[in-house]
């Protein structure tokens, strides 16, 4: 009994430690995007039909509905824009009190310069028809991850960033790729925030 009571005590240290090393990682990566866009010209309006700033994201585009991708919509004056990324983050997993990990939702680049928009539920149909291409979520899944927060009320941060030429990859991105590889070509940005949970 007293052999089984040490393993679990050190099995739940074990857990806290690594917890506790998880936060600081992705607080630190937190750090380094804030970090990534102090300097970048913030010139571009990010809105949704789906959900107001700092509103409520409805059930439609989370796990608790259709989990449809939010309608958005960009203004601004960008004549030298080649192409277009939209990528959508929430930094609160698993809970905003002490969040261990940020989950990428959404990967959208190569939207063309004519694309001002995004339709709510885009299909992968309709982003080959904007001639837009979806990379990698967090679960490695070329697709939109609705908002299914375990405990509290989560942010998701949506950004879209303006470029002065498309990007190319041999294989499918996900996030940090599409990041590190925008690096000297973001003409300006602009972001939008909706909530979901409890």
Known sequence: MRLFLK????????L??????????????REE?????????????LSSRSFPPNGDMPVNCTCKGQELSPALAWEGNQPD??????LATDYDVPTPAFPV???SHWVVFNLPASARSLPEGASAEQMRMLGGKVGKNSTGDSKYIGPCPPLGRHGYVFRVYALDEPLSFTVIPDKQTILNAMKGHILGYGELTGYFGK
């Open 81 to 86: 824009a080649e192409s277009y990324v939209v």
């Open 7 to 14: 393993i679990l005590l050190g099995s739940i240290m074990a």
């Open 16 to 29: 806290g430690v690594l917890a506790v090393i998880m936060h600081f990682r992705a607080k630190s990566q």
């Open 33 to 45: 995007e804030k970090a990534y866009h102090t300097g970048l010209p913030k010139n571009l309006t």
């Open 101 to 103: 990990f940020n989950l």
